[in-house]
């Protein structure tokens, strides 16, 4: 029998969710110089371009995604986007098919909100990640939004 989780926009300033954002923050810093590290924390999800999403069973927050809408770039060909952010599943529920269905919430959120250009930044140490990504059908593009080609960041963009 398939696990039944439910995911919904919920707010990131809540005690178990700040718990689990925190547990990504402490995996990225062990990877990455904080330099490194482009982090959007608490206040910033909580912005109107934000759109954040929590995965629960019953009451326990398994996994987080968001996305923040951006205004067209030169690096996007002048076409709005949204950004894929704070992607994580706590590792107690990974191997549930969690992480495809995060990423496939914030998709149809980008559709709704008339967006038709996901794009990301991961790093290259994030082999599961990437794999996620890549699963998905998102591909390897162009640094954008002012990012650094640091050779540390891989760049990932999908067409909705």
């Given amino acids: 029998m398939p696990d039944r989780f439910v995911i919904r926009r919920e707010r990131p300033d809540q005690p178990e969710v700040e718990a689990l954002l925190a547990a990504l923050d402490g995996y990225l810093m062990s990877l990455y110089p904080p330099e490194a590290n482009h982090i959007l924390d608490v206040q910033a999800l909580l912005g109107a371009d934000v759109a954040f999403f929590v995965a629960r069973d019953g009451e ?86 002012g990012y650094p080609d640091n050779g540390l960041s891989v760049f990932y963009g999908k067409t909705l």
């Fill in 60 to 145: 326990q927050a398994m996994g987080t995604a968001a996305y923040r809408r951006m205004p067209g770039e030169p690096e996007t060909g002048g076409v709005a986007y949204g950004e894929v952010k704070r992607m994580y599943v706590d590792p107690a529920y990974r191997g549930r098919r969690l992480g495809v269905q995060l990423l496939g919430a914030l998709e149809d959120g980008l559709r709704a909100d008339g967006c038709r250009l996901a794009v990301l930044e991961t790093g290259r140490h994030q082999h599961e990640a990437v794999a996620l990504y890549e699963r998905c059908g998102y591909t390897e593009r162009a640094a954008f939004g």
